[in-house]
């Protein structure tokens, strides 16, 4: 069994102009690892997520995927080796169908880009189809595939970008404040459905400020601020550390992590 981390962030560094959003920040997820990513308002979790997905590119330092140097390459070829995200803000497309938005992500699953997927839909049809609806059926909205995306409740287009993702047959799935929005009731569903993705062997990194859900659902939490990890452990751990409680100016994340 290899002890190679899925997923290993080297020194990562950051600038934009003369910000420092991402400050000398190393990590790891093991395969099939649930880990949160925690931090004030500004803390650059956003950043280190698009450094990651090489949206961004590093200012110095490397991202490990699978133990191969990813840090070059588009944000299309790093999900193609498998790893998906979602994004803070929605990036569904509202006048697309349910099922459209799902396909597009299975459309990158089989194609060299989004466009060449496009280009070649027609012999990938069936294997988009089905691909398409398998996600649909894991994230419930197969009774919805036919609705434009834009009538969707806040919560069902939350599914919608995680269906999204998953099409790609991602081994990591990194989320973006995935519980953002959502009330008590459908956090906890939530939060079911995201454990249920790691029973059956996805690794996540999820960005997330309800405390109650990161610290339930994590087996490991990291922190940041200032751009920088000040932290690394268990949910327990992270939630009676002193330089953590500082750094949230006297919150209630210790009272929130007891609850785990």
């Given at each position: 069994?290899?002890?190679?981390?899925?997923?290993?962030?080297?020194?990562?560094?950051?600038?934009?102009g003369?910000?420092?959003?991402?400050?000398?920040?190393?990590?790891?997820?093991?395969?099939?690892?649930?880990?949160?990513?925690?931090?004030?308002?500004?803390a650059?979790?956003?950043t280190?997520?698009?450094?990651?997905?090489?949206?961004?590119?590093?200012?110095s330092?490397?991202?490990?995927?699978?133990?191969?140097d990813?840090?070059?390459?588009k944000?299309?070829?790093?999900?193609?080796?498998?790893?998906?995200?979602?994004?803070?803000?929605?990036?569904?497309?509202?006048?697309?169908?349910v099922?459209?938005?799902?396909?597009?992500?299975?459309?990158?699953?089989?194609?060299?880009?989004?466009?060449?997927?496009?280009?070649?839909?027609?012999?990938?049809?069936?294997?988009?189809?089905?691909?398409t609806?398998?996600?649909?059926?894991?994230?419930?909205l197969?009774?919805?595939?036919?609705?434009?995306?834009?009538?969707l409740?806040?919560?069902?287009?939350?599914?919608?970008?995680?269906?999204?993702?998953?099409?790609?047959?991602?081994?990591?799935?990194i989320?973006?404040?995935?519980?953002?929005?959502?009330?008590?009731t459908?956090?906890?569903?939530?939060?079911?459905?995201?454990?249920?993705?790691?029973d059956?062997?996805?690794?996540?990194?999820?960005?997330?400020?309800?405390?109650?859900?990161?610290m339930?659902?994590c087996?490991?939490?990291?922190?940041?601020?200032?751009g920088?990890?000040i932290?690394?452990g268990?949910?327990q751990?992270?939630?009676?550390d002193?330089?953590?409680?500082?750094?949230?100016?006297?919150?209630?994340i210790?009272?929130?992590?007891?609850?785990?």
């Amino acid at each position: 069994m290899t002890t190679t981390p899925l997923l290993e962030i080297r020194n990562a560094t950051r600038r934009f102009g003369g910000l420092l959003a991402v400050d000398d920040f190393s990590g790891v997820v093991q395969r099939g690892e649930r880990v949160g990513l925690i931090g004030p308002n500004g803390a650059g979790k956003t950043t280190l997520f698009n450094l990651i997905t090489c949206f961004t590119p590093l200012s110095s330092g490397s991202v490990r995927f699978d133990d191969s140097d990813i840090s070059s390459l588009k944000s299309f070829e790093v999900a193609r080796l498998g790893m998906a995200r979602t994004f803070q803000n929605l990036r569904v497309m509202p006048n697309l169908s349910v099922f459209d938005n799902v396909s597009i992500g299975a459309l990158g699953a089989f194609g060299h880009s989004p466009v060449a997927a496009l280009l070649h839909r027609r012999g990938y049809a069936e294997d988009i189809s089905r691909r398409t609806w398998e996600v649909l059926e894991r994230a419930g909205l197969q009774d919805v595939a036919g609705e434009l995306a834009a009538n969707l409740s806040y919560g069902k287009r939350k599914y919608l970008e995680i269906a999204r993702a998953l099409a790609l047959s991602p081994r990591l799935l990194i989320l973006d404040e995935p519980a953002a929005g959502l009330n008590d009731t459908e956090t906890a569903q939530l939060g079911q459905f995201v454990r249920q993705l790691s029973d059956e062997g996805l690794s996540l990194l999820l960005v997330e400020h309800d405390m109650n859900f990161v610290m339930n659902l994590c087996e490991r939490v990291m922190v940041m601020a200032s751009g920088r990890k000040i932290a690394d452990g268990t949910p327990q751990e992270i939630s009676r550390d002193p330089i953590v409680l500082e750094a949230y100016l006297g919150s209630d994340i210790e009272n929130e992590g007891e609850a785990a």
